[in-house]
């Protein structure tokens, strides 16, 4: 990890970590810390120990060597260090006929944290109007941000997300990283798993990259951006019309279109590089110029690496992928 954790004191140094799996899958020297107030995501493609490492650190696996100490602490002595961790796991049951206040109740005296504590923590998550409401009957959004509400109930220094916005909308998603986000504002340090680009913008501060169950040596965020590029748009015109007019229209685009950084003509059409980052609506507020101006396109598509693609990338050029 390349990327700056300031002078804020970690809440997590993970070293040399091993753990074998199975016969066929073990990980190997993982090592990184988490600052107070810091996101760090664990990347990596499926079955590369992400979810290992989480379950690692949340001490319901014992490393076979390698140490992992919470808050100055070793994690061996958990009577010591659990209160000073929130884990969500990736897929949890609610219980039935349990309304929401029942259940921060429950979770607030299950934790020993204050009692008083549950207006707040209602509010943290905006679940002040559904507290009569039974957990098993919340939307998956609300379900999770109960998850995280009642996983900081007795404030703890790190939160263990596994996949935080997996299988939610994108409404829900944005509520969730908000109220992770402002956790961190907090002083929460956030150690998350993730498959998602817009996860990794909006919550971490730093990065590791997991392939096979070994890390990428001094991965970082920037790794992560440069290897992405930016996103673009491909503008074609029919293989038989003259791209020309369709060139020269695009030419126009930088200084019409907020997101568009430069614009480059390609065989039958133009390629439309945008600046850094997720910009949904872009492909479609372009396709409505080009339909008011009269410019006929044939197709019109989006490109952007996903993070299995910079993974890939990352473990080639670091030689983690031919490693057995
Ligand atoms: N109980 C188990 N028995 C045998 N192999 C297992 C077991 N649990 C996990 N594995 C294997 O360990 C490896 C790491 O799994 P892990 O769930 O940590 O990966 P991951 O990076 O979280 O994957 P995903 O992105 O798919 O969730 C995988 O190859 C998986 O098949």
């Keep these: ?159 263990i997300l596994d996949e935080p916005t997996a299988g939610l909308d994108p409404g829900a998603q944005q509520t969730l990283l908000r109220l992770v986000a402002d956790l961190k504002k907090d002083g ?33 965020l920037a790794d992560i951006a440069r290897t992405a590029g930016n996103p673009r748009l491909v503008l074609e015109t029919h293989p038989d019309d003259d791209p020309g007019p369709l060139q020269e229209w695009s030419r126009t685009l930088a200084a019409r279109h907020g997101a568009v950084r430069a614009v480059h003509p390609a065989r039958s059409g133009a390629d439309v590089e945008l600046d850094a980052g997720e910009h949904p609506r872009a492909l479609g507020e372009i396709v409505t110029l080009a339909h008011a101006d009269g410019i006929a396109l044939r197709a019109a598509s989006y490109h952007q690496a996903t993070l299995a693609d910079i993974v890939h990338v990352i473990a080639r050029h670091t030689g983690l992928e031919n490693r057995p």
């Design 188 to 220: 929460v340090g956030v150690l998350f798993a993730s498959h998602h680009r817009h996860e990794l913008d909006a919550l971490a501060d730093s990065v590791v990259v997991l392939h096979g169950g070994r890390q990428a040596p001094g991965a970082s």
């Design 1 to 159: 990890m390349a990327d700056s954790t300031g002078d804020r004191p970690p809440v997590l140094q993970v070293s040399g970590l091993e753990y074998r799996v199975s016969p066929e899958f073990s990980l190997r020297g993982i090592s990184f810390e988490v600052a107070a107030g810091e996101g760090v995501a664990i990347i990596g493609s499926n079955g590369a120990g992400k979810t290992t490492v989480i379950r690692l650190v949340a001490g319901l696996l014992k490393p076979r060597s390698g140490t992992v100490a919470v808050c100055g602490t070793d994690a061996r002595r958990w009577g010591r260090v659990s209160h000073h961790i929130g884990y969500v796991q990736q897929a949890k049951e609610l219980p039935d006929g349990v309304t929401v206040e029942a259940y921060v109740r429950y979770q607030l005296r299950l934790r020993r944290a204050d009692p008083g504590r549950l207006t707040e923590l209602l509010a943290l998550a905006d679940l002040e109007s559904s507290s009569g409401q039974y957990v098993r009957t919340l939307s998956g959004g609300s379900q999770r941000k109960l998850h995280i509400i009642t996983a900081v109930a007795h404030r703890p220094d790190l939160l």
